[in-house]
């Protein structure tokens, strides 16, 4: 049961599903069970949507939606082995390395995020971890954005004790570190570091008091019920993401996933409906792979409880809407920037 939200758990995963997710969720001491997730996942399209937005209206501004926008301060030559992910070095997928960004350039990229509308400023920079000369370049970028009056935001891989206090310090907001997707099924993407090694760094940000931004990707061949597995991890960090950012695969060619069968948007606009329901507070962030969306299944996952968007710019090293083409469809949506 999820503290805070005056629902009991019938209301929030049993009432449009027989039972079957409360009952699921009584067989575990975890607030949210796979099992009773995947009740969730199975429900019919319109009962699975109904839930979502009936949490998401309750919590939300249900017209507004954030705009995000992401930068890569330093881009390539990652020594990780993520499946997905065209910046590793071991893949050669065509993306040029780029050395990090001066402070001077991410506070101009800044400048002009914020003058296209964007509320909120993210940082990712491809590497394992940061270096301590690398947190001090970033302390230094951090507290100029901020100084912007811009949310922030930063990416930064695996951080070691004390690292996570110094970006706190420098006016950091949130801290993103995705789970990627369910234990089970995480071997079968990363090899270079563990799933308690993504867990220890969240307890870094938590207790540095930074807000956590960690969210994971669908389509890289999961099953439903790993997904559900994903989604349970999140809901069930104590306390929740505050930042939820929910993935569709962009395949790149040069990586291991590239040719993966494609997830039928649908499931993906269900997980999105999940996420929603097993974490109402939460911001949840439509991010990568919406390039590739039809404007109706944009339309569906906001209505599934979206609330954020990636904005301008680039997604880290894939292309991302044009801005005005997305200030269209919020005209056509009667959505507002939050
Ligand atoms: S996702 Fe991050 S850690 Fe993994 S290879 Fe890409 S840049 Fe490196």
């Given at each position: 049961?999820e503290s805070?939200t005056?629902?009991t758990?019938?209301q929030q995963?049993?009432?449009?599903?027989?039972g079957?997710?409360?009952?699921?969720?009584?067989?575990?001491?975890?607030?949210?069970s796979?099992a009773?997730?995947?009740?969730?996942?199975d429900?019919?399209f319109?009962?699975l949507i109904f839930?979502?937005q009936?949490?998401?209206?309750q919590?939300?501004?249900a017209?507004?939606v954030?705009?995000?926008?992401?930068?890569?301060?330093?881009?390539?030559?990652?020594?990780e082995?993520?499946a997905y992910?065209?910046q590793?070095?071991?893949?050669?997928?065509?993306?040029e390395?780029?050395a990090?960004?001066?402070?001077e350039?991410?506070?101009?990229?800044a400048?002009?995020a914020?003058?296209?509308?964007a509320?909120?400023f993210?940082m990712?920079?491809a590497w394992?971890?940061?270096k301590q000369?690398?947190?001090e370049h970033?302390?230094g970028i951090?507290?100029?954005?901020?100084e912007l009056?811009m949310?922030?935001?930063a990416?930064?891989?695996i951080?070691?004790?004390?690292q996570?206090?110094q970006?706190?310090?420098?006016g950091l907001d949130?801290?993103?570190?995705?789970l990627?997707?369910?234990p089970?099924f995480?071997?079968e993407i990363i090899?270079?570091?563990e799933?308690?090694?993504?867990?220890?760094t969240l307890?870094?940000?938590r207790?540095?008091?930074?807000n956590?931004?960690?969210g994971?990707?669908?389509?890289?061949?999961?099953?439903?019920?790993?997904?559900?597995?994903l989604?349970?991890?999140?809901?069930?960090?104590?306390?929740?993401p505050?930042?939820?950012?929910?993935?569709?695969l962009?395949?790149?060619e040069g990586?291991p996933?590239?040719g993966?069968?494609?997830?039928?948007p649908f499931?993906?606009?269900r997980?999105?409906?999940?996420?929603?329901i097993?974490?109402?507070k939460?911001m949840v962030r439509?991010?990568?792979?919406r390039r590739?969306?039809?404007?109706?299944?944009?339309?569906?996952c906001f209505l599934?409880?979206a609330n954020?968007?990636?904005?301008g710019?680039?997604?880290?090293t894939t292309?991302?809407?044009?801005t005005e083409?997305?200030?269209?469809?919020?005209?056509?949506l009667?959505?507002?920037a939050l």
């Amino acid at each position: 049961m999820e503290s805070g939200t005056g629902l009991t758990s019938e209301q929030q995963c049993g009432c449009a599903c027989s039972g079957a997710g409360s009952a699921a969720q009584q067989e575990s001491s975890l607030r949210w069970s796979i099992a009773a997730i995947e009740s969730l996942l199975d429900l019919p399209f319109a009962d699975l949507i109904f839930q979502a937005q009936t949490l998401h209206r309750q919590y939300h501004d249900a017209n507004g939606v954030q705009l995000s926008t992401l930068i890569s301060v330093k881009t390539g030559g990652c020594s990780e082995d993520c499946a997905y992910c065209p910046q590793a070095a071991r893949y050669h997928t065509g993306v040029e390395n780029q050395a990090i960004l001066s402070r001077e350039e991410v506070v101009a990229a800044a400048l002009q995020a914020k003058e296209s509308g964007a509320t909120r400023f993210c940082m990712g920079a491809a590497w394992r971890g940061p270096k301590q000369r690398d947190i001090e370049h970033m302390t230094g970028i951090i507290s100029a954005v901020k100084e912007l009056g811009m949310e922030t935001c930063a990416t930064l891989g695996i951080l070691k004790p004390g690292q996570a206090a110094q970006l706190k310090q420098a006016g950091l907001d949130y801290y993103n570190h995705n789970l990627d997707t369910a234990p089970e099924f995480y071997g079968e993407i990363i090899t270079t570091r563990e799933y308690q090694d993504r867990l220890d760094t969240l307890e870094e940000v938590r207790s540095a008091n930074i807000n956590v931004c960690c969210g994971g990707i669908v389509g890289l061949g999961e099953s439903r019920t790993a997904r559900a597995g994903l989604i349970a991890q999140l809901a069930n960090l104590d306390p929740y993401p505050e930042s939820v950012p929910i993935n569709y695969l962009v395949q790149v060619e040069g990586t291991p996933l590239h040719g993966t069968p494609e997830l039928d948007p649908f499931e993906f606009v269900r997980t999105i409906a999940a996420a929603r329901i097993t974490m109402p507070k939460a911001m949840v962030r439509l991010s990568a792979g919406r390039r590739q969306m039809p404007e109706a299944i944009q339309a569906l996952c906001f209505l599934a409880g979206a609330n954020s968007i990636f904005y301008g710019d680039k997604l880290l090293t894939t292309g991302n809407p044009e801005t005005e083409s997305d200030l269209a469809l919020f005209e056509k949506l009667g959505l507002h920037a939050l």
